[in-house]
């Protein structure tokens, strides 16, 4: 499990001591990789224990395996050309999905009486329609919410039985977090949809899915490549999988 994945997996549980480390680590991850426990602990002003302690509540068994993944995470970025770094990040998102347990996802899909998909932004909204246009193949509706011009318009309209996919790049748009706080206070059951991160969105959402992305310069071009064309092959794999998962239910 990636940093920020665990992060976002494991943020309600942290004190604020853990999030104050946690603010340290994802701000210096270079040289946090090099320093020794009690170094950290200088760094961030607490003991050993408490960075040891914010080690497990990261689902680490210690602060040596959240220090092997930090390193490994730098390692791989650092060897990447620009096209294996593309295709690593394609991987990436495919390993991901395959690993993740969606069967609540997909029960939440036919218990829901209706799903929408919220997008702001030219990809988030096209990745929105891919999603509404191969899931209509399985039967499964999805009608699209884009951004705050229709988000607010339909709230009032919304309830537990329905479910809301909400798809956002960095997921601190404030907007769509405000819209998650509105869908929570009338209990709407929300699926975030964004770069693996820490961000508010997936810790306001029930269920989170994370895509990839790296920017890959171009310097005699004077191009910098933002790819994310993974939000696109992460709505493709949850579709596969959940026809697989539909096919499982017939058999």
Known sequence: MRLDEAYNKNCAQLNENDKLIWSY??????????????????RCCVSRTTILRFSKRMGFKGFSELKMTLRQELGSSAKSS????????????????LSQDCSPIFRLFDQSKNIYVYSTGRIQSGAAHEMSRVFLEAGLLLDEVKGESESWTILDSLTPD????????????????????????????????TLLRENRLASLSDYSLYSSAAEIPFESLGIKHNTLTGFFILVEMLYMKYLAYKEGETQ
């Not at 991850?29 to 602990?41: D, G, H, P, Q, V």
């Not at 294996?84 to 991987?91: E, I, K, L, Q, S």
């Not at 956002?168 to 709407?188: T, Y």
């Open 25 to 42: 680590l994802s701000g210096h991850r270079k040289e946090c990789s090099e320093l020794t426990i009690n170094e950290l602990a200088d």
């Open 82 to 97: 620009a096209i294996h770094t593309a295709v690593g990040v394609y991987n990436d998102v495919i390993k991901r999905v």
């Open 162 to 193: 329905d479910c809301m996919i909400m798809i956002s790049c960095s997921g601190e748009s404030e907007e769509a977090c405000e819209f998650a706080k509105a869908l929570n206070v009338r209990g709407v059951p929300t699926i975030s949809m």
